[in-house]
């Protein structure tokens, strides 16, 4: 799907099914557009690998120009709402954290 930062704004399709067609979607064409919806949308399920994967995508394929504060801040508040088990999807949140800025976050501070 091109833009697939309108894909957040599905509102018809179930959560599971949106996380998996985005994740699907990300796998293919990393390029984004809205990924502070797509953030905030994941958010609704941060103990999904699903939605941690997108947050770190939505961090790691920001635009060129910096990222936007609240895409930032939503993916901390998905890191920080996931359970705390290390698994591959919620280590790169993290370092994906970390290259936006959001150290503190990263670490639990």
Not at 71 to 85: H, I
């Amino acid at each position: 799907m091109r833009g697939v930062g309108h894909f957040a704004l599905a509102t018809g399709l179930d959560q599971d099914l949106w996380l998996e067609l985005t994740v699907a979607t990300l796998a293919q064409q990393p390029d984004l557009e809205y990924a502070h919806y797509m953030v905030k949308r994941a958010g609704r399920t941060p103990a999904s690998p699903g939605a941690q994967f997108i947050a770190a995508a939505a961090l790691d394929h920001g635009p060129v120009n910096g990222y936007r504060a609240r895409t930032v801040r939503r993916a901390a508040d998905l890191y920080a709402a996931a359970p705390a088990q290390n698994t591959p999807e919620r280590e790169a949140l993290r370092v994906a954290l970390i290259n936006a800025g959001a150290i503190d976050d990263a670490y639990g501070s």
